[in-house]
T-cell receptor, first 113, second 115 residues
Framework: GDSVTQMEGPVTLSEEAFLTINCTYTATGYPSLFWYVQYPGEGLQLLLKATKADDKGSNKGFEATYRKETTSFHLEKGSVQVSDSAVYFCALQSSGSARQLTFGSGTQLTVLP | GAVVSQHPSRVICKSGTSVKIECRSLDFQATTMFWYRQFPKQSLMLMAT?????????EQGVEKDKFLINHASLTLSTLTVTSAHPEDSSFYIC???????????FGQGTRLTVV
């Protein structure tokens, strides 16, 4: 079945540092890929997405490129801020009829001032 | 984006009682709603998928008699945890989408504590 493997955390960075959170997936067909962010005590918010190979999703300085050859969708940001502290989830949406979301385990990011 | 409202955000109940959690799509009609459970520092686990007007489809290992899901209208789904026990304490999150190929929007989540 579909699965998402996400870099384990927690990740602690200083403000303005470069961020990479690795994500690889296993899926049949042509899934869509997502990054969600969860702030403490809240639900999930869509951060960015990509629906086909070589697409780059971007939002709020975050980027991720859909790499079919390496089945990866790594999240990057050039300069993190304290306000980026949250849990980040990589997810895929299957191309089957149900089109359910399958989530990675989440990565806790803490950015220190 | 579209708004999904979940209520209550926090609830504490006594063991043996039942708790109902509501999930509403405020500005769109959701043909499908999903219920997830999230344990501390873990990912979201899909519990069930509900389509308006039909019975929910539960994931393997989820007791449908314990977690009652009703999706009576295109804007409301409810999850009732029956005869709650401390091990049911968790963060429950719903999501809703218009159609299969559209984005799913998430509620704020409900922190359930059973004492």
């Amino acid at each position: 079945g579909d699965s998402v493997t996400q870099m384990e955390g927690p990740v602690t960075l200083s403000e303005e540092a470069f961020l990479t959170i690795n994500c690889t997936y296993t899926a049949t067909g042509y899934p869509s890929l997502f990054w969600y962010v969860q702030y403490p005590g809240e639900g999930l918010q869509l951060l960015l997405k990509a629906t086909k190979a070589d697409d780059k999703g971007s939002n709020k300085g975050f980027e991720a490129t859909y790499r079919k050859e390496t089945t990866s969708f790594h999240l990057e940001k050039g300069s993190v801020q304290v306000s980026d502290s949250a849990v980040y989830f990589c997810a895929l949406q299957s191309s089957g009829s149900a089109r359910q979301l399958t989530f990675g385990s989440g990565t806790q990011l803490t950015v220190l001032p | 984006g579209a708004v999904v409202s979940q209520h209550p955000s926090r609830v504490i109940c006594k063991s043996g009682t039942s708790v109902k959690i509501e999930c509403r799509s405020l500005d769109f009609q959701a043909t499908t709603m999903f219920w997830y459970r999230q344990f501390p520092k873990q990912s979201l686990m899909l519990m069930a998928t509900s389509n308006e007007g039909s019975k929910a489809t539960y994931e393997q290992g989820v007791e449908k008699d314990k977690f009652l899901i009703n999706h009576a209208s295109l804007t409301l789904s409810t999850l009732t945890v029956t005869s709650a026990h401390p091990e049911d304490s968790s963060f429950y999150i719903c999501s809703a989408r218009v159609m299969a190929n559209t984005e799913a929007f998430f509620g704020q989540g409900t922190r359930l504590t059973v004492v």
